[in-house]
């Protein structure tokens, strides 16, 4: 049994401009110890995919009309408030996009980081600041003792970042939720964040969904990945299959806008137009407007998915479009 599955889930936010469906109808499922790595453009319905099931976002707007979200078999969908709180942060965790924001100006580093451990693993305050000093020991912070006291502003952004992940990480979680963790780094500190995040799941057999633009970050880190477009998974794939031999024009394109170092490259290619209004979609393919090998039947219906192995699926009408 998955650790995690996520069956055919939708998010839509009702406004008063129409129904907009970010997250329509995706699939996927996590084991224990595994890398999940979902990318796409902005907009794709990355973030709002994991905020969306563990009721992290306000409803209304927000409805989940459709779908599952099993945890070891359960699903969160249909959990009481109170079972939701005792899973959110505890068995499942959050590193939030742009630590500058997720942390409290008002309070110091240690009062934010023992508040987990002190609601969730039942512990006193004394007991709570001990382990929240070794948790960020453990992600590289000199002297944590000291750094408890200070307040987030003190902090430079590579710093705050590894809070948030010490925080995430107190209470051992068996699901870590890293959406973005990397952003606005520079790539040295990029690559001691990343290098925590696969140490510690060494030792823990923590599994984690890496939320990212960064297709190298993808690369380093994750054992399979996910490619979302206009709120549908595109593509599915181990990591090395999906680099060598994606079944996808949208990864492809995704994969040639990528920097390189191996080949000379005068000029990135860059995709063509935007991602489609998404309380607008019409029948067919989003992709269709942008695609460079669209067929009619693209803009008719949505593709069904296409097992390229037992392993890598792709929802494209299109086959050997190389």
């Known amino acids: 049994m998955a650790l995690l599955e996520i069956k055919n889930l939708k998010a839509h936010f009702h406004t008063r401009k129409g129904v907009v469906k970010a997250v329509n109808g995706i699939s996927y499922s996590l084991n224990p110890g595994e890398t999940l790595g979902i990318v796409g453009e902005s907009g794709s ?29 359960e699903n969160i969908l249909t959990m009481s408030d109170d079972k939701l709180r005792a899973l959110r942060g505890n068995k499942i965790s959050m590193i939030f996009q742009e630590p500058m924001t997720s942390l409290n100006p008002y309070l110091t580093i240690g009062s934010q980081l023992i508040e987990p451990l002190v609601i969730h693993s039942k512990l006193s305050k004394k007991v ?29 952004g590579g710093m705050r970042q590894r809070v948030m992940i010490a925080m995430a990480l107190t209470t051992r979680p068996e699901v870590l939720i890293a959406d973005e963790p990397t952003t606005a780094l520079d790539v040295t500190v990029q690559a001691q964040i990343l290098e925590i995040l696969k140490t510690i799941q060494k ?62 490259q005068e000029k990135i290619p860059v995709i063509g137009g935007t991602i489609p209004d998404l309380s607008q979609l019409k029948t067919g393919c989003p992709f269709y407007e942008r695609c460079d090998y669209r067929k009619d039947i693209c803009q008719a219906e949505f593709p069904k998915v296409r097992k390229v192995s037992s392993v890598h699926e792709s929802f494209c009408h299109v086959e050997n479009f190389k």
């Open 45 to 73: 319905g990355k973030s709002v995919s994991q905020l969306s099931y563990l009721r992290l976002l306000p409803s209304p707007p927000l409805r989940i009309p459709e779908g599952e979200v099993l945890y070891r078999g």
């Open 128 to 156: 709570a600041w001990k382990e929240a000093c070794e948790a960020l020991n453990r992600v590289g912070i000199p002297e944590a003792e000291k750094a408890m006291k200070v307040y987030p502003h003190e902090f430079s």
């Open 203 to 264: 030792e823990t057999q923590m599994a984690i969904i890496l939320i990212t633009h960064d297709l190298g970050v993808i690369a380093g880190i994750s054992d399979k990945v996910v490619v979302m477009y206009a709120g549908r998974v595109f593509e599915e794939a181990p990591v090395d299959t999906l680099f060598e031999n994606s079944e996808h024009p949208y990864t492809r394109a995704l994969l040639k806008s990528t920097p390189r170092i191996d080949i000379s």
